[in-house]
């Protein structure tokens, strides 16, 4: 991304070495760096965790958005969309509000279900490939 400097003007008796002196005065280069989500993984595999009506799929999503660095900021566009339903920012919206679990399809179970527990195992630093190009 650049971005276009105005104290600099061209001149119309510009040498090739004083019109490229202009245009790097004239456009600098930006950095931009952007966070990227925990739940974007490139190719949409996670998509079904966030918006699955099993509960055991619900938790792995919001185990997935509590160590997201954007959970604020996702949580806070779903709610100004009014999401109809899905995992944002670590919390379960319906019909554009927050609930605090999902009354699942058919009868209620006889037995409560026992919590759901994820564990995040980390993956070993001799696996990990790091690529100096992303932005973690």
């Not at 679990?101 to 790091?130: C, F, M, S, T, Y």
């Amino acid at each position: 991304m650049y971005t276009l400097n105005n104290t600099a003007t061209l001149n119309d008796t510009l040498d090739d070495t004083d019109i490229q002196t202009t245009f790097d005065e004239l456009v600098e280069p930006i950095a931009v760096r952007v966070a990227k989500p925990r739940c974007a993984d490139g190719n949409g595999t996670l998509t079904p965790l966030f918006f699955s009506d099993i509960p055991l799929d619900t938790a792995r999503a919001k185990a997935i958005c509590s160590k997201c660095t954007l959970a604020e900021d996702c949580l806070a566009g779903a709610l100004d969309r009014a999401e109809p339903w899905g995992v944002w920012g670590g919390e379960l919206v319906e019909n554009g509000r927050i609930v605090a679990n999902k009354r699942p399809r058919g009868r209620p179970p006889k037995h409560p279900r026992p919590a759901v527990i994820i564990d995040e195992v980390p993956i070993p630093p001799h696996l990990l490939r790091v690529r100096p190009d992303r932005v973690a």
